[in-house]
């Protein structure tokens, strides 16, 4: 029980050791970039690390000793292995072979943590998070001639710009114009064809009016003619 406490308050304390770490990363990050962090992330920082830095020796140390441990570790389980009954069913000798394996792979993984820990010694991030602002590029003075030439250009810039600008409303002002124009064409030529339309079918209906009247003076001639002539067959087929 004591020994399950110690673990869990060892547990704590590298979490609280962790939380800090990652705090003082952000902050570090935020102030190469020229910007401040929040207050919580900076009071988080800025709280004394629980456990004081390691070196990089110490850290190989202590994974050496992982390892030796991880290795004593598989070699047990290597040899409750080595003693696995040969009739299992396919679904268990798989995972089996897989795990028997697997001690192939630790002198890879060795030497890849090592070239790890050697590219990355974590008891220097604290001092360089300290120490971020001197990391910052300093801005170099302009000359006056630099400030003209500047200034110059950004007249320039305006200049274009408002020109520009000038112009495109110009061209949108035209398009509306021109659009009006069209507009009023097309209606002014559909009233024209309109009213020709109209006058065109007024006159036809005059047309066929005068010509019925006139088939009927006609018609009434010739029946008066018959009638006077006493021809009244003719007459008949007038009527």
Same mark, same amino acid.
């Given at each position: 029980h004591n020994i399950s406490w110690g673990l869990r308050g060892q547990a704590m304390s590298d979490a609280a050791s962790l939380s800090v770490v990652t705090a003082q990363l952000a902050a570090y990050r935020h102030l190469t970039r020229?910007?401040?962090?929040?207050?919580?992330?900076?009071?988080?920082?800025?709280q004394p690390t629980v456990s004081p830095p390691v070196s990089?020796?110490?850290?190989?140390?202590?994974?050496?000793?992982?390892?030796?441990?991880?290795?004593?570790?598989?070699?047990? !389980? #290597?040899?409750?292995?080595?003693d696995v009954p040969t009739d299992l069913p396919m679904a268990?000798?798989?995972?089996l $072979?897989?795990?028997? #394996?697997?001690?192939a792979h630790?002198?890879?993984?060795?030497?890849?943590?090592?070239?790890?820990?050697?590219?990355s010694d974590r008891s220097r991030l604290l001092n360089e998070a300290a120490a971020s602002l001197s990391l910052r590029r300093a801005r170099r003075t302009r000359q006056p001639r630099e400030l003209r030439e500047a200034e110059r250009n950004?007249?320039? !810039?305006?200049?274009?710009?408002?020109?520009?600008?000038?112009?495109?409303?110009e061209d949108f002002l035209n398009?509306?114009?021109?659009?009006a124009d069209e507009f009023r064409t097309f209606h002014r030529e559909a009233r024209r064809g309109a009213k020709k339309l109209g006058i065109a079918v007024l006159a036809d209906f005059d047309g066929k009016a005068r010509k019925e009247r006139r088939d009927g003076e006609r018609a009434q001639r010739e029946r008066l003619? $018959?009638?006077?002539?006493?021809?009244?067959?003719?007459?008949?087929?007038?009527v």
């Open positions: 020229g910007v401040a962090p929040s207050a919580g992330a900076w009071k988080v920082a800025s990089s020796e110490v850290l190989i140390q202590q994974e050496r000793a992982a390892n030796d441990r991880l290795v004593e570790r598989l070699r047990a !389980r #290597q040899a409750q292995l080595a268990l000798r798989m995972p $072979a897989i795990e028997r #394996q697997l001690p630790l002198a890879y993984q060795r030497s890849l943590r090592a070239d790890v820990t050697a590219h950004e007249k320039k !810039r305006i200049a274009e710009a408002d020109a520009g600008r000038k112009r495109r409303r398009a509306v114009a021109a659009h003619k $018959a009638l006077k002539e006493n021809n009244m067959e003719e007459y008949m087929k007038l």
